[in-house]
């Protein structure tokens, strides 16, 4: 496996153990030596993980001590890799849940058929959870899957509340990328219900449709994400 894939193996799993707690805020990291030999590979690859995670501030570097996760982390999604709506918010001092508002299976309308690839009225599953940060909702998703990709999905929970390790995990699925669209938007009663907000209050709204290793569109999800909490980007140069 080349480089540039494992030093994304070994910034997953240190970011999955900040998500889950076992890497707690303040707690020191294994040395480069350390972590090399835990993942068997070669130092220049451990610090490009590690680099990767100071720079989207989960963790920091004390000269002549070592790598720490961060105490005081910036609070705000990251969408640059495709990950979780949890693992977008890693490094945050509060906790990120979930809760189902509804678990359907359902035929696909013409705008979700098309994001999908499927015909109109095809089976899908279509899950809509709220996301709370610190037991405050933060956004609403609704996600719509190809039943033929997971059946069933709707009529089981999430593992851990997760859509994205259910159908890696579950279902056997590789999600692989995913287009996103960003805008500003109002928010309509259903969803401002769900968020404890104000129709009509401000609101950022998104469509991301995800892909499978396949190359087949898997996931079709809106979202409506509250100005309380921002979308950190990283941008590299050309």
Do not use: C
């Amino acid at each position: 496996m080349p480089r540039s894939v494992l030093y994304r193996v070994i910034y997953d799993d240190i970011l999955s153990q900040i998500t889950s707690g076992a890497l707690k805020a303040g707690a020191k990291l294994e040395s480069e030596p350390e972590l090399a030999r835990r993942y068997q590979v070669s130092r220049m690859t451990v610090r490009q993980a590690l680099d990767l995670l100071i720079t989207d501030e989960l963790v920091t570097r004390k000269r002549g001590s070592g790598t720490y996760v961060r105490e005081n982390p910036r609070r705000g999604r990251r969408l640059n890799r495709l990950r979780s709506f949890a693992q977008e918010l890693a490094g945050s001092d509060v906790a990120v849940t979930s809760r189902t508002l509804s678990a359907t299976e359902e035929k696909a309308p013409q705008e979700v058929a098309e994001g999908l690839g499927l015909e109109v009225d095809d089976a899908v599953n279509r899950i809509k959870r709220l996301r709370l940060v610190g037991g405050v909702p933060a956004a609403v998703q609704d996600a719509w899957v190809p039943y033929a990709a997971a059946p069933g999905l709707a009529r089981d929970p999430l593992v851990d509340g997760s859509l994205y390790r259910t159908l890696t995990e579950r279902h056997g699925l590789k999600l692989r990328w995913a287009d996103q669209t960003m805008t500003a938007a109002l928010l309509e009663p259903a969803e401002a219900g769900a968020l404890s907000a104000p129709v009509g209050g401000a609101v950022l709204h998104s469509l991301r449709i995800t892909y499978s290793d396949t190359e087949s569109a898997v996931e079709y999800t809106n979202s409506w994400t509250l100005p309380e909490f921002p979308l950190l980007l990283r941008i590299d140069a050309e």
